[in-house]
């Protein structure tokens, strides 16, 4: 099913791992060499900066090729026509990512990815149109019309599969998330068709991955696991549902009568439960992924919870929990560190890759440029005189007034 | 073939020693399992939450909690942030030096961001330089380059960077009118001054590994500004010219020094300017979406000559 052979993704990974070890000094260089000519691959890469151009300009050309198509040789097509053409160029696009992947042997390259995003989006698109008459939300659309995001869902799956892009399978969650809206209108089932198909897909997912445990295939899974676990907790998480969440929050604790006292409470249990379970299983398997989703949800429902119990949110909030995770952190630190070898149960707080410290150097050097602006709300209420928030330009604040 | 047949058939081979395969084999099968990367996240995220909600309760709260009560409490965080980082500093160096402890970045940071607050809250409570904030932010900027400097923190780098930008900012808010030339010309000479302090600091050999911030930044700066300057109605030939010498620069220092962040630049920049001044005068759908594929179509070609010249940098 995939495209790409297990022996050239192995070949890949092992020259990875390989370059990894040589400039961490694990290997000397005549080792290195030597190591590396036995893992020669015919997979054509670049590196991310490329590839993300690449991806941009490929995104360009298929987007301007369609649009000229359709000026040139259609002049006020109508919807169904659009619709059909669409599904052609979107036929036409995933052949071109499978020939640039077949015949140019495309790895990550950029080009072959996005013309597997474009078949997507022209699949879908093109449904909408030819089956559905281009027409827009409404608030009773036609029980038929799941299938355009069905269609997204399917297919993206099918590119995770076919070319192992983890953002294709992201891409048929986000899908999976408009299927509900078709079926029901409760909002109580919307949530729970949601996680109902991402348990399955969890379920599927860790069936698989067990039998590839030290293969190429393990990061991508442990990726989609991660995936799958953030989506079921957000989608039991009835106070993360608004896009206006926190806007929500600042002003007042939302009301949701929507829900069922019953369900509300139950989904409130969930998350609660969630966040110990994700992280037993990540440190289980010792998966940095799962462990690091754990963390992100174990934080949101701390975060959540005030709003969930209806209590009143406090200015010190933030502090108590900022200090919380900073004691976390020192104390599996120090426990850690007191271990035989500042190892305990297989883990350790030492840097043992040279890439954390290449996503440190990129990551302080990011967020220390954008943390200033967006750590420091508006006021919630009380003194009106005073104003603090935003900084013109970073200086943690220190451009903005009281 | 997995890694481990690999390393295994390495081992029995003699390329590697029974030591290094053990070693490697643990590495692959992830014994032991680092944390490194979370706890720092974490430890990051953490300092984040608190100085928000220290911002936020001295905000709200500071009239019932009186000035005293709030300057101590200010104060002694960062007291006790800046003792701690002096206190546990190895001796300074010029090179990169490593961190005595997973916290010590952090506590320097949290510190920075508490100096902040703290400035904030004396300004607006005492109007110590009547609302005077473009010193302040220069103050600051230049106590954060020090500390930047003399703790190794790129966290602290990146505040000093961000709260000098503030200050040609907030320098040229007090201009009675607010004109894009002006600002452009502020954000060239911030660009400029970035990139020549860089140069300059890893030509003395201060800190070298900072070079790669200072240049970012530098570049991003100097690309929008000159942008702005293509995308003006009139006069912009200049801009356009200055635009291409600074495209043809990236791409030089690119593909040099195997940085390829900066032919990306070049190529997106670059594109968007060019496109700006072709699409200038064109209106018809077709003409547009034509130029579009031709010259889509040319920049993949020229990218993936690029990328296969340097195909094994990737």
Known sequence: ?402 | MTILTRLEQWKEQGIISPEQHAHLADLTRGEPCSLFLELNVLLFAGVLAFIAGLGWTVSTWSRQLGDVLVLTILSAILAACFWYCFYRAPAWSPAETTSPSLIFDYVLYLGSLTWSVDLVYLENRFRVLSGQWDLYLLATAGLFFLLAYRFDNRFVLSLALSSLAGWFGLTISHWPSHQDAAYRQYAILYGLIVGVAGVFLKHRGLKSHFFGTYLNIAANVLFWAVLSGVFNQQSYGVWFLALLAACGASLAWGLARRQFAFVAYAAVYGYVGVSSIFLRDVTGETAVLSYFVVSGIAMLIVLVQIARRFRREA
């Open chain 1, 1 to 402: 099913m995939r495209v790409y052979s297990a022996s050239s993704e192995e070949a890949l990974r092992a020259r990875n791992l390989l370059k990894e070890w040589a400039s961490e000094g694990f290997l000397t260089a005549a080792q290195y060499q030597r190591m590396e000519q036995e893992t020669v691959c015919d997979l054509r890469r670049t590196n991310i900066f490329l590839r993300l151009v690449l991806f941009l300009f490929t995104l360009i050309i298929v987007g301007a090729a369609v649009g000229l198509f359709f000026v040139v040789f259609l002049s006020r097509p109508s919807a169904q026509t659009s619709g059909v053409f669409l599904l052609i160029f979107g036929a036409i696009s995933y052949g071109a990512a499978e020939f640039a992947v077949s015949q140019a042997r495309l790895y990550r390259y950029g080009i072959e990815e996005a013309l597997a995003a474009c078949s997507v989006g022209f699949l879908c698109v093109g449904m909408q149109f030819a089956f559905f008459s281009g027409s827009h939300y409404s608030p009773t659309p036609d029980a038929a019309e799941f299938l355009v995001p069905a269609a997204g869902a399917i297919a993206s799956l099918w590119i995770w599969r076919r070319f192992g892009f983890p953002y294709a399978f992201l891409a048929a969650m986000i899908f999976v998330v408009f299927l509900p809206g078709y079926w029901t209108s409760s909002h109580s089932a919307q949530h729970l068709i949601v996680a109902a198909f991402y348990a399955a897909g969890l379920t599927s997912v860790a069936a698989v991955r067990s039998r590839h445990r030290f293969e190429y295939l393990n990061d991508g899974y442990s990726l989609v696991e991660a995936f799958l676990w953030l989506g079921i907790y957000l989608s039991i998480n009835l106070q993360l549902s608004s896009l206006n969440f926190i806007g929500e929050w600042w002003v007042a604790p939302r009301a949701l009568t929507e829900f069922s006292r019953s369900f509300y409470w139950a989904t409130w249990v969930l998350i609660w439960c969630l966040p110990p379970t994700v992280l037993a299983r990540g440190v289980r398997r010792k998966d940095r992924f799962v462990i690091a989703v754990g963390a992100i949800v174990a934080i949101l429902t701390f975060v959540t919870n005030k709003p969930y119990l209806g209590w009143q949110r406090h200015t010190w909030d933030p502090m108590l929990l900022g200090a919380l995770l900073i004691g976390v952190a020192l104390f599996i630190r120090r426990w850690f560190a007191s271990g035989p070898g500042g190892t305990r149960h297989g883990f350790t707080a030492q840097r043992l890759s040279g890439k954390d410290k290449q996503w440190m150097n990129a990551g302080s050097a990011v967020f220390g440029l954008i943390s200033p602006h967006s750590i420091t709300p508006s006021p919630q209420s009380g003194s009106p005189e005073f104003r603090f928030g935003g900084g013109d330009s970073g200086g943690g604040g220190a451009t903005s007034d009281f």
